[in-house]
C-alpha cells in the first residue's frame, strides 16, 4: 500500500465549476501538507503549503488538512481553463524528504 | 522569490555518451537539492536526496554509478547521466530546499529538462 494515495483522475469539468481534490495518507508522522501544480512537461510550482490540521486560503484556492482522518484537499473555486493541470499532494515528516502523489489530471472546459 | 533554475532545458545525446544537468537555487541557499525522474503522464520518482558537501543519497533501485550526483555548493547540484542509453530518456526535475522553521518540507522546483537518447 502506497504512503499517499491520489485518485489519477482524469477530472473534467466546466469553467466555473469548483474543483475539489482529495489524498488520502498512511503515515501519521507526517506534518507537512504541500499541493503542486504541474502543467505538461513543466517542473511543479507549489501552491499551497500547510503545517498541521487545519485550512489555508489563497486567493481561489483552499487547502484542507484532516490529520484525525489523514486526509487533505484542494479547492478552486471558480475554476479556469488556465487551471487545467496534473496536481500532485505532497506530504512530509520534517526530514526534508517529501513523499508525492501520483497527481490528478484536471480539465477546466470553457 | 525562491527560484530554482536547470540548464539544459532540453537536450539529445548520441547512445554511450555522458550528459550534464545544472540545478541551481537562484535566490536562496539550498540546504538539500533533490532529483527526481518523470515519465509521461506519471508521478515524481525521486532519485536521491544531496546535502550540500556530502555524498548523495540514491533511492532504491537507483544507480549511483550511473547518475552522478556533485552538491558542490549551497546554491548548486548538478546530475550526470553516465553512459546514456535511450531507456534513459526522460524528464528529469530537480528540487531544492532551503529548510527551517515552518516551511521544513518546502520544496521549490525547476522546470526540468528533457532527455533524448538516440
Known amino acids: 500500500q502506497k504512503e499517499v494515495e491520489q485518485d489519477p483522475g482524469p477530472l473534467s469539468v466546466p469553467e466555473g465549476a469548483i474543483v475539489s481534490l482529495n489524498c488520502t495518507y498512511s503515515n501519521s508522522a507526517f506534518q507537512y501538507f504541500m499541493w503542486y501544480r504541474q502543467y505538461s512537461r513543466k517542473g511543479p510550482e507549489l501552491l499551497m503549503y500547510t503545517y498541521s490540521s487545519g485550512n489555508k486560503e489563497d486567493g481561489r484556492f483552499t487547502a484542507q488538512v484532516d490529520k484525525s482522518s489523514k486526509y487533505i484537499s484542494l479547492f478552486i473555486r471558480d475554476s479556469q481553463p488556465s487551471d487545467s493541470a496534473t496536481y500532485l499532494c505532497?506530504?512530509?515528516?520534517?526530514?526534508?524528504?517529501?513523499?508525492f502523489g501520483d497527481g490528478t489530471t484536471l480539465t477546466v472546459k470553457p | 522569490g525562491a527560484v530554482v533554475s536547470q540548464h539544459p532545458s532540453w537536450v539529445i545525446c548520441k547512445s554511450g555518451t555522458s550528459v550534464k544537468i545544472e540545478c541551481r537555487s537562484l535566490?536562496?541557499?539550498?540546504?538539500?537539492m533533490f532529483w527526481y525522474r518523470q515519465f509521461p503522464k506519471q508521478s515524481l520518482m525521486l532519485m536521491a536526496t544531496s546535502n550540500e558537501g556530502s555524498k548523495a543519497t540514491y533511492e532504491q533501485g537507483v544507480e549511483k554509478d550511473k547518475f552522478l550526483i556533485n552538491h558542490a555548493s549551497l546554491t548548486l547540484s548538478t546530475l550526470t547521466v553516465t553512459s546514456a542509453h535511450p531507456e534513459d530518456s526522460s524528464f528529469y526535475i530537480c528540487?531544492?530546499?532551503?529548510?527551517?522553521?515552518?516551511?521544513?518540507?518546502?520544496?521549490?522546483f525547476g522546470p526540468g529538462t528533457r532527455l533524448t537518447v538516440l
Open positions: 528540487s531544492a530546499r532551503e529548510g527551517g522553521g515552518a516551511h521544513e518540507d518546502e520544496q521549490f
Open positions: 535566490d536562496f541557499q539550498a540546504t538539500t
Open positions: 505532497a506530504m512530509g515528516k520534517g526530514a526534508g524528504k517529501s513523499t
